[in-house]
C-alpha cells in the first residue's frame, strides 16, 4: 500500500519561506515521478511542480517560477517543495502526489496535505 506523507506546512507572513516535506512509504517511490498539487478553498487544485524519477528535470507553474524549488532524495524517499517569498495568494493545502506520468496531471497517489497559511 503506498503511502504518502506530507510535512512541513504552517503560517508564515507574505516574503517568508517554508519548505514542505513528501515521504513516501517504499522504495518503489523513488522509481516515480512526484509533484506537488495544491487546493484553495473554494478553487480548483492545481499543479505547482514536478520533478522526474531521478531528480533530473523540474517543472513549475509560472507562477511560483523563480520562488519554489522542488528536489528530492531517493535514498530518504522524500521530495521537498522549499517554498521562498511566499503570498497570500500562495495559501492552500499543498498535496504530495506520486506516480504522475503526465507533468501538470496526477498520478494515482496522494498524501492527505499539509496546509500552508500565508498572511499579509
Known amino acids: 500500500q503506498v503511502q504518502l506523507v506530507e510535512s512541513g506546512g504552517g503560517l508564515v507572513q507574505a516574503g517568508g519561506g517554508l519548505r514542505l516535506s513528501c515521504t513516501g512509504s517504499g522504495r518503489t517511490f523513488s522509481s516515480w515521478a512526484v509533484a506537488w498539487f495544491r487546493q484553495a478553498p473554494g478553487k480548483e487544485r492545481e499543479f505547482v511542480a514536478h520533478i522526474t524519477w531521478n531528480g533530473g528535470s523540474t517543472y513549475y507553474r509560472d507562477s511560483v517560477k523563480g520562488r519554489f524549488t522542488i528536489s528530492r532524495d531517493n535514498a530518504k524517499n522524500t521530495v521537498y517543495l522549499q517554498m521562498n517569498n511566499l503570498k497570500p495568494e500562495d495559501t492552500a493545502v499543498y498535496y504530495c502526489?506520486?506516480?504522475?506520468?503526465?507533468?501538470?496531471?496526477?498520478?494515482?497517489?496522494w498524501g492527505q496535505g499539509t496546509q500552508v497559511t500565508v498572511s499579509s
Open positions: 502526489n506520486s506516480g504522475v506520468r503526465v507533468i501538470g496531471r496526477p498520478g494515482d497517489y
